[in-house]
């Protein structure tokens, strides 16, 4: 199975993992877990042991974690290696929801390698967009 892990500060991670829930309904293969405000960097490895549990030897994982660099993408991937899973591993910082909803669409839709990389990384680039705000000259003299 090809697993989608979300890491995170805060309760980003658990939160974008409800979403995902909410808009696509339950999935076997997403976890989440995230470094909570006070929690050790040696408690969040010994939770995420847990949450790890269901990842087997032949499985893969696609990792994404809030911050580059950031404690619980880096403790992740740290205990990850201890597994033996490091060499079937993806990993991306930089989480959002738009990346993990395309993440989770292209383990379903079975892309792989660079393509998949790509794919990722496009739709979160994509996901990020300013909104223009129109008001007619009327509307911004109201508003004074």
């Known amino acids: 199975m090809k697993y989608l892990l979300l ?4 309760t980003m991670a658990p939160g974008v993992h409800s979403v995902i829930r909410m808009l696509l309904g339950d999935r076997d293969n997403v976890l989440s877990y995230s ?25 893969s994982v696609v ?8 404690s619980p993408l880096t403790n992740t991937l ?12 993806v990993a991306f910082g930089g989480l959002s929801l738009p990346m993990a909803i395309a993440a989770l669409m292209g ?25 223009d705000l129109a008001f007619d000259d009327d509307d911004e003299e109201e508003e004074l």
Request: hydrophobic share 45%; proline share 1%; glycine share 14%.
């Open 63 to 70: 990792l994404l974690g809030d911050i580059m660099g950031g």
């Open 7 to 10: 890491v995170s500060h805060g």
């Open 78 to 89: 740290n205990t990850l290696t201890q597994h033996g899973l490091l060499a079937n591993t």
């Open 107 to 131: 383990i379903e839709d079975g892309i792989e390698g660079d393509a998949f990389v790509d794919y990722v990384l496009d739709e979160a680039r994509n996901g990020a967009v300013k909104v």
């Open 35 to 59: 470094m909570e405000d006070g929690v050790s960097a040696d408690e969040f490895v010994s939770a995420l042991e847990g949450v790890i549990a269901p990842i087997g030897a032949d499985d």
